[in-house]
């Protein structure tokens, strides 16, 4: 979790320290799109950050373009002039999965230039303490278990097919824990859907799980990162001797022929904008977990992800797993 002293730093220093060039401001309307519907840790960030570069760039918007798995939303991006006054909010799904895992797909990660990585949190396996009770489960031991006593019983809510959750339950159930995937137009849609009862579990975002989890109605079984995340009193899935290392992150992109200079000019903006306490609280508050990373770090942070996801999904196709 990214304080806001070492977000000052990432600002000055570390050789993150960009020249505030090649970036005209402000005359045209400056839009940050988001690739799905309203709601959510990603949409409300958005929508600060929004907010805090008016001061800068005059009047932002956030537009909201939903549907067939976040592509319509990349393709207008993707389609935009690049002159740095229309931005993306880009995803692990987005840039990292579909690509990979979704046939023509009408655009690729390279169709991109990051801009700045603003969070990277884990992803949380949740159920909700009536389901537990109804099932007989207490702790993510009973819950394997369970799974394997039970293969198929139990029905996983994900925001749709390749989100993280997605991925992370179709880990588990190629291990042998095997349940029925319910995809749903979102993640709001999904972990409502665990709520009620009409699902049994989902593996969710923390930030959009941590509301629920604070008052109780979702229980925290385990995380889906390699090591321990201080804030979720729950094992990692590792742990449990089921490796996982998968989180969900997201951060501002240009299209790819933007100036080089120009994305630095956006990047130092922003974080300039973001080491204001009231929005770097409020951004906390959403996400759960800030972290900073310039275009260059955020862009071989992608590749790595690519490569990491590439690799998972070879061993799912050749192996089961």
Same mark, same amino acid.
């Given at each position: 979790?990214?304080?806001?002293?070492?977000?000052?730093?990432?600002?000055?220093?570390?050789?993150?320290?960009?020249?505030?060039?090649?970036?005209?401001?402000?005359?045209?309307?400056?839009?940050?799109?988001?690739?799905?519907?309203?709601?959510?840790?990603?949409?409300?960030?958005?929508? @600060?950050?929004?907010?805090? &570069?008016?001061?800068?760039?005059? #009047?932002?918007?956030?537009?909201?373009?939903? *549907? =067939?798995?976040? $592509?319509?939303?990349?393709?207008?991006?993707?389609?935009?002039?690049?002159?740095?006054?229309?931005?993306?909010?880009?995803?692990?799904?987005?840039?990292?999965?579909?690509?990979?895992?979704?046939?023509?797909?009408?655009?690729?990660?390279?169709?991109?230039?990051?801009?700045?990585?603003?969070?990277?949190?884990?992803?949380?396996?949740?159920?909700?303490?009536?389901?537990?009770?109804?099932?007989?489960?207490?702790?993510?031991?009973?819950?394997?278990?369970?799974?394997?006593?039970?293969?198929?019983?139990?029905?996983?809510?994900?925001?749709?097919?390749?989100?993280?959750?997605? @991925?992370?339950?179709?880990? &588990?159930?190629?291990?042998?824990? #095997?349940?029925?995937?319910?995809?749903?137009? *979102? =993640?709001?849609? $999904?972990?409502?859907?665990?709520?009620?009862?009409?699902?049994?579990?989902?593996?969710?975002?923390?930030?959009?799980?941590?509301?629920?989890?604070?008052?109780?109605?979702?229980?925290?079984?385990?995380?889906?990162?390699?090591?321990?995340?201080?804030?979720?009193?729950?094992?990692?899935?590792?742990?449990?001797?089921?490796?996982?290392?998968?989180?969900?992150?997201?951060?501002?992109?240009?299209?790819?022929?933007?100036?080089?200079?120009?994305?630095?000019?956006?990047?130092?903006?922003?974080?300039?904008?973001?080491?204001?306490?009231?929005?770097?609280?409020?951004?906390?508050?959403?996400?759960?977990?800030?972290?900073?990373?310039?275009?260059?770090?955020?862009?071989?942070?992608?590749?790595?992800?690519?490569?990491?996801?590439?690799?998972?999904?070879?061993?799912?196709?050749?192996?089961?797993?």
């Amino acid at each position: 979790m990214t304080t806001r002293r070492a977000l000052l730093s990432a600002i000055t220093g570390g050789g993150l320290l960009y020249p505030v060039i090649g970036l005209s401001k402000p005359q045209k309307l400056m839009t940050i799109v988001v690739p799905y519907p309203p709601g959510g840790p990603l949409d409300v960030s958005a929508r @600060i950050l929004a907010e805090a &570069l008016k001061s800068k760039y005059g #009047k932002t918007i956030v537009r909201n373009i939903p *549907g =067939a798995a976040g $592509a319509r939303g990349m393709l207008e991006v993707k389609n935009s002039k690049p002159d740095g006054k229309t931005l993306v909010m880009g995803a692990v799904a987005t840039m990292a999965i579909n690509p990979l895992t979704i046939e023509n797909m009408p655009y690729c990660a390279e169709d991109f230039r990051a801009v700045i990585l603003i969070s990277d949190v884990p992803n949380v396996l949740v159920m909700s303490p009536e389901t537990m009770k109804r099932l007989g489960i207490k702790t993510a031991s009973d819950f394997l278990s369970y799974l394997k006593a039970n293969p198929g019983k139990l029905n996983c809510a994900s925001g749709g097919i390749g989100s993280i959750g997605h @991925i992370a339950n179709l880990i &588990l159930s190629k291990s042998g824990f #095997k349940s029925e995937h319910v995809p749903y137009s *979102g =993640a709001t849609m $999904a972990q409502l859907s665990c709520l009620t009862g009409e699902t049994d579990f989902l593996f969710d975002n923390y930030a959009s799980a941590k509301p629920a989890i604070d008052d109780g109605r979702l229980i925290p079984l385990a995380v889906t990162t390699e090591q321990r995340y201080e804030a979720i009193k729950a094992p990692t899935m590792t742990d449990l001797r089921l490796p996982m290392n998968i989180s969900t992150w997201f951060g501002l992109l240009a299209p790819k022929s933007t100036p080089k200079e120009t994305c630095k000019a956006l990047f130092k903006d922003i974080a300039e904008a973001l080491e204001a306490p009231a929005v770097y609280e409020r951004l906390l508050k959403v996400c759960s977990g800030v972290n900073i990373l310039g275009p260059e770090p955020f862009d071989q942070f992608i590749k790595n992800e690519q490569a990491k996801y590439q690799k998972l999904f070879e061993r799912i196709k050749e192996n089961g797993l």
